[in-house]
């Protein structure tokens, strides 16, 4: 349940395979959120945070591993900076496989006093569910790939 009350802080941490929904889910959360506490759904009351964003050059996704590392830092000051800022609801919208990926946004989410949600969608074990997100990814990321990713997804 929510604290429907102006202090309410809120950091989500998204964790799902590529293609899984975390994105869909994400905004669909912000849209139910703004109703529940009563605000208007506007950028300075959400912030969604997500690595990828950073791989987009003139609306054209080009992923380079290389920069990965950069682009991880980056997402992760973005969401700390929106946090600092007062920003009631924050998303981290990265895929999170293993759980040090995401320690560092959830201990700083703490240490602002924000309320940690670990949000996962869908079954990663699952072949059925593997194959689903092989088909509608945004980056073509190949079946192969996403297999690799869900054996190394870790529990909470």
């Known amino acids: 349940m929510l604290d429907k009350s102006a202090e309410a802080k809120v950091a989500v941490i998204m964790r799902g395979l590529p293609g899984s929904g975390k994105s869909y889910w994400a ?6 959120y703004h109703r529940s506490v009563g ?18 050059n003139e609306g054209v996704y080009q992923f ?22 007062g920003i009631p609801l924050v998303i981290c919208d990265n895929t999170n496989i293993a759980c040090w990926e995401f320690k560092a946004y959830s201990a700083a989410a703490i240490a602002l006093d924000y309320e940690v949600r670990i949000q996962q969608i869908g079954d990663p074990a699952s072949i059925k569910h593997q194959q689903l997100c092989a088909k509608r990814n945004r980056h073509g990321v190949p079946f192969q790939s996403i297999k690799r990713m869900a054996s190394m997804f870790e529990s909470i």
Do not use: C, R, W
């Not at 605000?39 to 987009?56: C, E, L």
């Open 27 to 32: 905004n669909e959360f912000v849209t139910s």
């Open 39 to 56: 605000s208007p759904q506007t950028s300075k009351q959400h912030a969604i945070f997500s690595t990828d964003s950073f791989f987009y």
């Open 64 to 85: 380079n591993p290389k920069l990965l590392p950069k682009y991880h830092q980056l997402n992760l000051a973005g969401f700390i900076a929106a946090m600092a800022n």
